[in-house]
């Protein structure tokens, strides 16, 4: 089942615009995850954000978390063709030891040139 | 390149049929985790492995067996194959299998007619 799910599904802009993408997800995490697909190809890690943390960048990427709405942004900013891809946020569950990375959805994100 | 290898990269099959997946994980990963990916249900964590040991158990069918060898290679074994279970299957690993970054294999495609 997905714990995370990404908003909106689907997304085009113009080149140089900036990109949000939101997350939420339902229960207590030990961190948050964002990935990249190109199409039909493997998933790519971009950022690892911890639940004790607000907020995290990485070149033209930040990412930000509320876990007590229990939701995350991804903002992408300058976008280039490139950024073409799918998006998809994942989140670690606490728990008995074992490591689930759950993945949302996705967003779609097409930049136009 | 991810460092994570799956073959073969496309697989066609009948109904009925059993076929095996195999994974060789990113050098120095001792964790295995693998996924599939369809259109209607999103990325779906199916087993996780870690040093051989089974770790995490996701939606993994009855019909579908894994097993991560000595070597930390990994094969998933997917018998009586239905038309819904084509989708694309991806293998990630990870260094230690706790709260940490995957990295994914290209994934294998598999069809079944």
């Known amino acids: 089942s997905q714990q995370g799910e990404e908003d909106p599904q689907a997304l085009s802009i113009q080149e140089g615009e900036n990109a949000t993408m939101n997350c939420s997800y339902k229960?207590?995490?030990?961190?948050l995850q964002w990935y990249r697909q190109n199409s039909g190809r493997g998933l790519v890690h971009l950022i690892l954000?911890?639940?004790?943390?607000r907020e995290k960048h990485s070149g033209r990427l930040r990412v930000t978390l509320d876990t007590s709405k229990k939701s995350s942004s991804l903002l992408i900013t300058a976008s280039r063709a490139a950024d073409t891809a799918s998006y998809f946020c994942?989140?670690?569950?606490?728990?008995?030891?074992?490591?689930?990375?759950?993945f949302g959805k996705g967003t779609k994100l097409s930049v136009i040139p | 390149d991810s460092g994570v290898t799956q073959t073969p990269k496309h697989l066609i099959t009948a109904t009925g049929q059993r076929v095996t997946l195999r994974c060789s994980p990113r050098?120095?990963?001792?964790?295995v985790y693998w996924y599939q990916q369809s259109l209607d249900q999103g990325l779906q964590f199916l087993i996780q492995y870690y040093n051989g040991e089974e770790r995490a158990k996701g939606n993994i069918l009855e019909r579908f067996s894994a097993q991560q060898f000595p070597d930390l290679h990994s094969e998933l074994n997917l018998s009586s194959l239905e038309l819904g279970d084509s989708a694309l299957y991806f293998c990630?690993?990870?260094?230690?299998?706790?709260?940490?970054?995957?990295?994914f294999g290209s994934g294998t495609q598999l069809s079944v007619l």
């Open positions: 990630a690993s990870s260094t230690t299998g706790g709260n940490e970054k995957l990295f």
């Open positions: 050098s120095g990963d001792l964790s």
């Open positions: 229960t207590s995490i030990n961190n």
């Open positions: 954000i911890r639940s004790n943390e």
């Open positions: 994942a989140t670690v569950n606490s728990g008995a030891g074992s490591y689930q990375l759950t």
